[in-house]
């Protein structure tokens, strides 16, 4: 076993820093075996991240501190049932240093409960965030535009916006407020005119695995576009892309 433990400690790197700056580890039928497979397969670190009181704490006990480090908190979805946990995030943060965000938080007008409400849970959790000099990860769907009004008002400084649907005017509208715009594994005319808006200082880049990407490794293919577009090396690209997550999450 302690042999099994010492050889996952020197994974085969392909040369590059690579990082998943938001999946769901969680949500795999077996989280360990897809830690493993990432390290191996060069990902040097994944965030985790929850978005219900159940998601969240799953979040904490997978993270390591190591590789994996977790985000907690409410989601819009969660908002009307899971209020309450707000309440306990301080006191999970204070014993867990392998907390390092608030999220994901915001606003989704699709499938989310009544506005208000919404509302209320994400500016309760930016203040706590801000009480705890912590970065948010933001979630908007069809709701760009109050979520703006709402960071800006509540004067937010640190943030990475998830699965970013904007355009590349909102796009260049965060970066300029120093947000972090997280580019998913999902190629699309629109999301290529916004990493082409964006300075590579102001990218991360994520999986939301499995949701969306089928595993963190999924992130490979998306530091190539970006490097790509950006007519950068993929190993400066992946290794400037982990700095800005890095840099964000004081990691
Ligand atoms: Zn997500």
Redesign the pocket.
């Known amino acids: 076993m302690l042999k099994q433990v010492t050889e996952n400690k020197e994974p085969i790197l392909i040369g590059n820093e690579l990082i998943d700056a938001?999946?769901?580890l969680d949500m795999f039928p077996d989280p360990e075996i897809i830690k493993k497979d990432s390290k191996f397969g060069g990902l040097s670190t994944i965030i985790t991240?929850g978005?219900s009181r159940a998601s969240s704490l799953a979040a904490i006990r997978i993270a390591d501190g190591e590789m994996v480090f977790a985000v907690i908190g409410i989601d819009p979805q969660s908002a009307a049932t899971d209020e309450d946990f707000i309440d306990d995030i301080t006191g999970f943060v204070k014993a867990n240093k392998k907390i390092i965000g608030i999220g994901?938080i915001g606003l989704d007008y699709k499938v989310g409960p009544e506005k208000a409400l919404q509302k209320r849970v994400f500016e309760r959790q930016i203040e706590l965030a801000k009480s705890l000099d912590m970065p948010i990860v933001v979630?908007s769907r069809g709701a760009i535009a109050d979520v703006i009004e709402i960071v800006k008002r509540h004067a937010v400084s640190k943030a990475m916006f998830?699965?970013f649907e904007g355009d590349e005017t909102v796009a260049k509208e965060l970066a300029g407020l120093g947000y972090l715009i997280s580019i998913p594994p999902t190629e699309s005319s629109r999301r290529k005119r916004v990493i082409n808006a964006l300075n590579i200082s102001n990218i991360s880049v994520e999986t939301?695995s499995p949701?969306v990407g089928k595993s963190p490794l999924d992130v490979i293919r998306t530091v190539e576009w970006i490097s790509e577009l950006k007519g950068l090396p993929f190993n400066e690209t992946s290794a400037r892309i982990t700095e800005n997550v890095k840099k964000l999450f004081s990691l």
């Open positions: 938001h999946c769901h991240a978005g994901e979630h998830h699965f939301d949701v």
